[in-house]
């Protein structure tokens, strides 16, 4: 099959794209100028030059394709530009939808997040929950960018599956939760919160053959798979964290009714120095911190046949590569 994929160079899209080069599938690669080096191009994978505001670079890009894998997406819980989540998330996804629908390709793979879900009242997240609220924009942009998916799946035809992992763990992860384990090995981070708060993980490996065997995977056509493997508290996961790399955690957690009042100090200053939140402390962060999220992946461990790694694994290739 040929394959077109956007957000290739991203966190999952190397795993994908790894995954992939090793069968007989050719990709084609939507990728920025400024990322090309990223991805050496080969005889089975071709670098297109485009990005997901440029809906003709997508479409041509995608012409002749069998397939499309989107992952491209910002995942952040702090910009200097909010426009950016509405810019990629809701508005780049709908050129690439639009685009599949124009050239014809036979299946969509759509990674999006559980975290649009929101905070739930049932004790599981699965696929027949309902999302809820939504607590930042990031997940209200991932929210929109789904609902046009499945409008034009609905009314267009378009040949949909979505993906849905939870927090994803594992090597050269350069956003949220990789911050968040680096800064507690380099005893950056002063002190915890919400330690009791519980969230679900996975490796991103396994997010990768998610994607990998939806795609490959015959009559699946309008179906969601929710991936994800543990539910630990953010206590549970930073005695991890430490017990794996030998560094002790700070020894005090951060008070509830000061959470949110230092996030907001934090966050105030980031507006002026448009720099990132001191130890990632937005207000957006704190806010997901605190929700947590409880999401039962045993569906796509049954369809699509995926045997979960420990979160162990992805937590000690998280170290292991960051203290290089």
Not at 99 to 112: D, P, Y
Not at 132 to 147: A, H, I, L, V
Not at 180 to 187: F, G, M, P, T
């Amino acid at each position: 099959m040929k394959v077109f994929i956007t957000g290739a160079t991203g966190f999952i899209g190397k795993q994908v794209v790894n995954l992939l080069s090793n069968t007989d599938h050719e990709l084609f690669c939507l990728v920025r100028k400024s990322s090309q080096r990223k991805i050496p191009g080969s005889k089975w994978i071709n670098i297109i030059e485009g990005d997901l505001g440029n809906k003709n670079s997508i479409i041509q890009g995608m012409r002749g394709c069998d397939w499309v894998i989107n992952l491209a997406g910002l995942y952040s819980y702090w910009e200097p530009d909010n426009q950016l989540f509405r810019k990629i998330n809701v508005n780049g996804t709908r050129n690439v939808m639009e685009a599949a629908l124009e050239t014809r390709v036979s299946k969509v793979i759509h990674v999006s997040t559980v975290m649009i879900y929101g905070k739930q009242t049932d004790n599981l997240i699965t696929e027949e929950s309902k999302p809820g609220k939504r607590f930042t924009r990031y997940t209200q942009s991932k929210f929109e960018g789904d609902e046009i998916v499945w409008e034009m799946y609905k009314n267009k035809g378009l040949p949909i599956v979505v993906i849905y992992p939870s927090a994803v763990l594992g090597a050269g992860d350069p956003q949220v939760s990789g911050r968040y384990i680096s800064d507690l090995i380099h005893r950056r981070l002063p002190i915890t919160a919400f330690d009791k708060s519980v969230h679900s993980w996975v490796h991103v490996n396994d997010v990768a053959k998610a994607v990998v065997r939806a795609a490959e995977k015959p009559g699946n056509i309008g179906e969601k798979y929710f991936v994800s493997n543990q539910r630990l508290s953010m206590r549970e996961f930073n005695l991890l964290v430490s017990e794996i790399s030998g560094v002790p955690l700070p020894k005090l957690e951060m008070p509830e009714f000061l959470a949110f009042p230092t996030a907001y100090f934090l966050t105030g200053i980031s507006r002026v120095t448009k720099k990132r939140p001191l130890w990632g402390i937005s207000v957006e962060q704190i806010r997901i911190l605190k929700v947590g999220s409880r999401v039962d992946g045993t569906k796509a461990e049954r369809d699509l046949g995926i045997f979960y790694m420990p979160i162990e694994e992805a937590i000690k290739e998280a170290i292991e590569a960051d203290k290089g």
